[in-house]
Antibody, heavy 122, light 113 residues
Framework: QVQLQESGPGLVKPSETLSLTCTVS????????WSWIRQPPGKGLEWIGC???????NYNPSLKSRVIISVDTSRNQFSLKLTSVTAADTGVYYC????????????????WGQGTLVTVTS | DIVMTQSPDSLAVSLGERATINCRSS????????????LAWYQQKPGQPPKLIIY???TRASGVPDRFSGSGSGTDFTLTISSLQAEDVAVYYC?????????FGQGTKVEIK
């Protein structure tokens, strides 16, 4: 059974960088497609981006200038960095897997982490 | 981006009755080469992450009860819960993964009447 667990600071100051890690168990980050999705409080879901083992990445154009997703296959982890955050970046951040597709075209998300709440506040 | 619009925003259904949620995409998500609709449905219960329940518009994910069914093609899709159970109270989202970025509907909240 694949399990994902997000970790990272729950509070980030405006203009700073949000950094989160997703640890994967029961599956390898050297395969499949790994995404980050976020959900502002009481709102819907927004796909942030995804990556593949080769280091290939694909970002939502709305966030592309501020996002970096990377992988550490030795630790079976992948990470999200979002720079220059504002209050609009507050929300629950999820990591998730797509079994099929490609890095430029990840398919449906079949496994999700529990999510971690990140609040941007001074 | 493809815009996904769900209706209604919320609905209240009696236990054992049918619940129907609609999802419309701003452009077709049917890939003609394989005749697959790149449309998924997720269930999100309070305090939990979304859970995949339907993919390819009509294929139930593993372990999902058969009271859940998906239908539709092209731009118009429906999620049906044939006999609502108490544990089905949740927000349901449709998602297209036909064109990047993948986009979600705004969600439909299902409650017990």
């Amino acid at each position: 059974q694949v399990q994902l667990q997000e970790s990272g600071p729950g509070l980030v100051k405006p203009s700073e960088t949000l950094s989160l890690t997703c640890t994967v168990s029961g599956g390898s980050t050297s395969s499949y497609y790994w995404s980050w999705i976020r959900q502002p409080p009481g709102k819907g879901l927004e796909w942030i981006g995804c990556m593949y083992n080769s280091g290939s990445t694909n970002y939502n154009p709305s966030l592309k200038s501020r996002v970096i997703i990377s992988v550490d296959t030795s630790r079976n982890q992948f990470s999200l960095k979002l720079t220059s955050v504002t209050a609009a970046d507050t929300g629950v951040y999820y990591c998730a897997r797509s079994y099929y597709g490609s890095v430029t075209h990840p398919y449906y998300l079949d496994y999700w982490g529990q999510g971690t709440l990140v609040t941007v506040t001074s | 981006d493809i815009v996904m619009t769900q209706s209604p925003d919320s609905l209240a259904v009696s236990l054992g009755e049918r619940a129907t949620i609609n999802c419309r995409s701003s452009q077709s998500v049917l890939y003609s080469s394989n005749n697959k609709n790149y449309l998924a449905w997720y269930q999100q219960k309070p305090g939990q992450p979304p859970k995949l329940i339907i993919y390819w518009a009509s294929t139930r994910a593993s372990g999902v009860p058969d009271r859940f069914s998906g239908s539709g093609s092209g731009t118009d899709f429906t999620l049906t819960i044939s006999s609502l159970q108490a544990e089905d109270v949740a927000v349901y989202y449709c998602q297209q993964h036909y064109i990047t970025p993948p986009t979600f509907g705004q969600g439909t909240k299902v409650e017990i009447k």
